[in-house]
């Protein structure tokens, strides 16, 4: 008997059936239909994600459901529904990566790299910060047996951080935070406008006083041709002294402010506004090639802006092309944070735009890498 001939009073889901599975950048969707709301709830119940970047969707009259690593939630704006239950086995599995218990994928807690915590990783966190994995999907490791534990099984999710949830359930150890140092997550901004035809972009850990050291609200849509044309650029943030500063006045701050624009509109999640940067205010020079980089290893750019963005980098010189590379490969003393596969599709789009004489010394600058 198949899944979708199945009542509901055996137990499953009535008329839930597969329909296909898509990928996008590094992200699985499993979908499925299903007739309503309750139908989708109680197989996403029991159809377990182990893994991040994978999704099981739900599609109904009654709206899209879905469940990742952590949470069942609503597809259109990814509200969080529930917690998603993870079955708990009797007996440990070690793994370097996953619960020993549930055997869910246990995102470690990123720590950024600055002077404090190189060369001590350990990270102490108050009850009510415990609390914060159990959102994270985050997990503890066990000092004593080297087993790792989610903050589910470990009873976070339920209680809260107490005592008792940093003790190893299988040696009886005293655990702490799995952490990982190394970029902190960069938030990604909304992906559509607000009711107000705006969109915020997160601060970035990476980023100064040109681009990302704070929040910034923003027109969803901006004309950047004509943005540009103003003869006075307006300052970023302009209630913010460390920037207004930084800026200055006169001829340099407006070409600091040129850049600026620049690598924030590289930045914006509404593509036309992106496109239109790489068209009419294309990064020319060492300040606005970072965000070139971010651009190309973007986890949530599309092809066609990552298409327009190689052809905008082949137009620049081999200095600078060599110079962004580096970016892109992490060859710089601080990180870029991409993830490996952010950065190899990134290659494949600037290996199609490659221009016919360049390309050897394209390879030439790939190859290098490999031997550092
Ligand atoms: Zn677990
Ligand atoms: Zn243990």
């Given at each position: 008997m198949s899944l979708s001939e199945r009542k509901e009073g055996d137990g499953h889901p009535v008329g839930v059936r597969f329909k296909q599975t898509e990928r996008t950048g590094q992200a699985t969707y499993h979908v499925y239909g299903g007739p309503s709301r309750r139908a989708a709830l109680e197989f996403l119940r029991r159809t377990h994600v182990k893994d991040e970047l994978v999704y099981n969707i739900v599609e109904t009259p009654e709206?899209?459901?879905?469940?990742?690593?952590?949470?069942?939630?609503?597809?259109?704006?990814?509200?969080?529904i529930e917690l998603g239950e993870r079955p708990r086995s009797q007996s440990p599995s070690p793994s370097g990566t996953r619960c020993a218990w549930c055997g869910f994928f246990v995102v470690p807690y990123k720590l950024p790299i600055n002077d404090e915590n190189v060369g001590s990783v350990t990270l102490y966190m108050t009850?009510?910060?415990?609390a914060v994995l159990a959102k994270t999907g985050g997990g503890l490791h066990c000092g004593a047996c080297s087993m790792l534990q989610c903050a589910v099984c470990s009873g976070i999710a339920q209680t809260g951080g107490t005592a008792l949830a940093t003790v190893c359930r299988a040696c009886g150890g005293e655990m702490a935070v799995q952490t990982v140092v190394g970029p902190v997550g960069r938030a990604a901004?909304?992906?559509?406008?607000?009711a107000e035809q705006m969109v915020t972009l997160p601060a970035d850990p990476m980023g100064d006083e040109l681009w990302g050291m704070a929040p910034l609200r923003l027109p969803w849509n901006i004309d950047v041709a004509r943005f540009f044309g103003?003869?006075?650029?307006p300052?970023?943030?302009?209630e913010d002294g460390r920037h207004t500063e930084y800026i200055g006045s006169g001829e340099r701050a407006q070409t600091l402010l040129r850049a600026?624009?620049?690598?924030?509109?590289?930045?914006?999640?509404n593509p036309e506004v992106t496109l239109g940067c790489l068209r009419s205010a294309p990064p020319d020079g060492m300040l606005t090639l970072t965000s070139l980089a971010d651009l190309?290893?973007?986890?949530?750019?599309?092809?066609?802006?990552?298409?327009?963005?190689?052809?905008?980098?082949?137009?620049?010189?081999?200095?600078?092309v060599g110079y962004t590379l580096n970016v892109l490969l992490s060859r710089g003393v601080i990180m870029s944070g991409y993830d490996t596969?952010?950065?190899?599709?990134?290659?494949?789009?600037?290996?199609?735009?490659c221009p016919q004489s360049r390309r050897v010394w394209f390879e030439e600058q790939l190859a290098r890498s490999e031997d550092d």
């Open positions: 709206g899209n459901f879905g469940r990742d690593l952590i949470y069942l939630f609503h597809e259109a704006d990814g509200k969080p009850y009510d910060e415990l901004a909304p992906g559509g406008p607000d103003q003869s006075t650029l300052y970023v943030w302009p600026s624009w620049t690598k924030i509109f590289l930045h914006h999640p190309l290893a973007s986890l949530t750019a599309e092809p066609r802006v990552k298409e327009e963005a190689s052809r905008a980098l082949w137009r620049l010189s081999d200095g600078l596969h952010s950065v190899h599709q990134a290659l494949g789009h600037l290996r199609k735009a």
